[in-house]
């Protein structure tokens, strides 16, 4: 946000989105949104990047695949992070290969 971009916070969890609200709502750029993985209510190619960290785990693959297609510009990227887990040393890897997805678009 400090470059000038706009930043959609897509959170369910109440109680999550007001932590984030009462920290950055004075934030230009911050929007935050009741929303998840798989219903971010934006609109159709609207973003250059989907992120997240920390909460792949929760997210239905198959239709997070189909939003995240959605709502990407052409061109646009997912990136998902996960801070290791010594405790479940392969989630990572088992978690981020069915979302591959590849957005190409006619201009």
Known sequence: ???G???FAIEPNEEMRKIAEARL????GFVSIDGSAESTKL???SVDFVTATQSFHWFRPSQAKVEFARIL????WVVLTQISNP???GLVARSIC???ISVRRDP
Do not use: C, E, W
Request: hydrophobic residues 20%.
């Open 98 to 100: 069915p979302l591959t």
């Open 25 to 28: 709502s004075n934030r230009s």
């Open 73 to 76: 510009r052409k061109n646009g």
């Open 87 to 89: 405790l479940a040393p």
């Open 1 to 3: 946000m400090s470059n």
């Open 43 to 45: 609109g159709n190619g």
């Open 5 to 7: 971009n706009q930043v």
